[in-house]
């Protein structure tokens, strides 16, 4: 791939892509256990395209404005349960 003379191949795309979330994963988990412990939950989730294909935006916000945006495959229950147990 090239743009503007700056050129990277897909594996320097997914090494990238690995090294962020890698560097996220934390802040990700403190996260996840503020949604977790919340006094309230507000959830909401919208339908999205992901290469072609329907998956769901879901988006969690707590009582002290903690938000938490994330994309899933699945719209049922297992999603709400991996966020709120």
Do not use: H
């Amino acid at each position: 791939m090239r743009y503007n003379d700056f050129e990277i191949s897909p594996k320097g795309i997914n090494d990238i892509l690995l090294r962020v979330g890698s560097a996220c994963k934390k802040d990700y988990e403190e996260k996840v256990q503020k949604i977790r412990s919340a006094k309230w939950r507000y959830i909401d989730e919208t339908g999205i395209k992901v290469n072609g294909d329907n998956w769901w935006l879901w988006i969690f916000r707590t009582d002290t404005n903690e938000t938490l945006v994330v994309i899933r495959k699945s719209r049922g229950t297992k999603v709400l349960k991996k966020f709120s147990d």
